[in-house]
């Protein structure tokens, strides 16, 4: 039954503590001075979640419509962001370079920012790419990472960087030349019928001039701070909008093609597409079908969209181990009209 699965999320809650602030402060992801929090963060909420069906809601359990920072979600929001700009023409196609100088960053390309293979080299908004190198997502918060290990050319080498993701984000402001919220919520979160509950943070050092303008150019997430405040209602229809191969009654939001794009597996690493997380092979949730995809969040942030069963399922501060428990119960009561 459903009410297994709703039982069990509610009981396996992530063993973050609640004040996110301290939980950073204290050097979670690694230690000071490199922990130094620059943007907003607040206490978190409980666990809470639903599940859609079809587009319609058969599950929910705590409080939906809490408010809460979804950490590397927002990496997710930051591709359909990057849709846009290929839509619109800003961007003239995923191979051209990003705009970045030197013989090193100048060869990184668009694909390469959105698929973690850039490699990209600097320091941004008081952040070296040094930190996140050799980061080891298995072992979060536990594993040695920010050792600066020789680069490899961009395109070569998979790795999951923060710092390398705000350089995504400040190379789409400067090609959309206005702040990323507003268009997020003009172009996805508006003809989706969302709240206006959510917001969208960067760094108190990531202010940026465009034209004569002073603009927060907002983070990939919430690692120091910043990122995407969202409650699970909007994330489960920014779900189902992916569901929907980008489209809302009838409405083209998103290109056919770039959610192809999206969901295409990356050659140095099949279980990551542009900025969401797919389970080729189900070997990353083996409980869910292979054409399975995700937005995820550290401390256990998680929008699963399954096509093949048409389900979209928003998770709140679900600990991370437990998550294909959850998903093997919500498939089981499907499979049994439970």
Aim: charged share 20%; glycine share 12%; net charge negative.
């Amino acid at each position: 039954m459903l009410q297994e699965a709703v039982d069990y999320a509610m009981a396996h809650e992530t063993p973050w503590p609640h004040d996110l602030g301290a939980h950073l402060e204290a050097g979670f992801f690694e230690p000071p001075p490199h922990n130094e929090v620059l943007g907003p963060i607040r206490p978190r909420g409980g666990p809470n979640g639903l599940i859609l069906r079809g587009g319609v809601e058969i599950a929910r359990w705590g409080d939906p419509r809490q408010v809460d920072f979804t950490f590397s979600a927002a990496k997710s929001y930051l591709s359909l962001l990057a849709g846009i700009a290929v839509a619109d023409g800003l961007i003239a196609e995923l191979d051209a370079p990003a705009g970045y100088n030197g013989a090193h960053n100048g060869a990184i390309t668009w694909r390469h920012l959105l698929q973690q293979t850039s490699e990209w080299e600097g320091t941004l908004f008081g952040k070296s790419d040094v930190i996140d190198r050799n980061r080891n997502l298995a072992v979060e918060g536990k594993g040695r990472k920010g050792d600066a290990r020789p680069l490899r050319a961009p395109g070569t080498f998979w790795e999951y960087n923060d710092v390398r993701v705000n350089a995504l984000a400040l190379a789409l402001l400067q090609r959309f030349r206005r702040p990323l919220p507003e268009v997020f919520a003009e172009r996805i979160m508006q003809p989706i019928g969302a709240s206006g509950d959510w917001s969208w943070h960067g760094y108190r050092t990531s202010m940026v001039e465009i034209d004569g303008r002073m603009i927060e150019s907002v983070s990939g997430g919430s690692h120091w701070g910043g990122g995407v405040l969202i409650h699970a209602e909007d994330q489960a229809r920014i779900g189902l909008l992916m569901l929907r191969r980008g489209v809302w009654e009838g409405r083209r939001l998103l290109p056919e093609r770039w959610i192809e794009e999206s969901l295409t597996p990356c050659a140095l690493n099949p279980n990551y597409g542009l900025l969401w997380w797919l389970n080729t092979g189900q070997t990353r949730y083996p409980s869910a079908s292979a054409a399975s995809f995700f937005a995820s969040g550290a401390g256990g942030n998680i929008t699963w969209v399954d096509p093949t069963s048409d389900v979209v399922a928003v998770m709140r501060w679900m600990d991370p181990p437990s998550v294909d428990g959850f998903i093997r119960l919500v498939m089981g009561a499907l499979a049994t009209g439970r």
